[in-house]
């Protein structure tokens, strides 16, 4: 080991984690447990249920991602589960950026409707 920086050479960072995670089980074990935290958007949801729901689990993440220390290694196993929590947080995207029109269409009607009751 290199004085100071506790690495020795032609080891670093990936040799540690492939000493420490054979067969990539640590990150296979990371993306199951993100993909369990990570519920699809409740169907027909409302904002504040929307909302809620995820706030829950980008707290979960949150507590996840923070025990882990890069870099992590994805094998060719874990590629199914990295492209399933993709495709799960597309669909929240999609759920918030819906959500997100529905409270700006709400808005809109509202300061019509505050308008037309003033003009009469």
């Known amino acids: 080991m290199t004085e100071g920086d ?3 050479a032609g080891s ?3 040799a540690t984690l492939a000493r420490e995670d054979p067969g990539g089980m640590m990150t296979r074990a990371l993306l199951t447990r ?3 935290v990570t519920p699809l958007p409740p169907a ?16 979960e993440r949150a507590a ?3 025990e882990i220390s890069p870099p ?6 874990d590629r199914p589960l990295l492209i ?7 669909l929240w995207q999609d759920a918030l ?6 409270v700006g269409e709400q808005r809109m009607a509202t300061t019509q409707l505050r308008a037309y009751a003033g003009a009469g």
């Open 6 to 8: 506790g690495s020795s």
């Open 12 to 14: 670093g960072p990936r």
């Open 34 to 36: 993100l993909l369990d």
């Open 44 to 59: 027909d949801a409302g904002v504040a249920e929307l909302l809620a729901t995820f706030e829950v689990a980008i707290a």
């Open 64 to 66: 996840i991602l923070s």
């Open 72 to 77: 992590i290694t994805l094998s060719e196993m």
């Open 84 to 90: 399933e929590l993709e495709r799960r947080q597309a």
């Open 97 to 102: 950026a819906s959500a997100l029109r529905r």
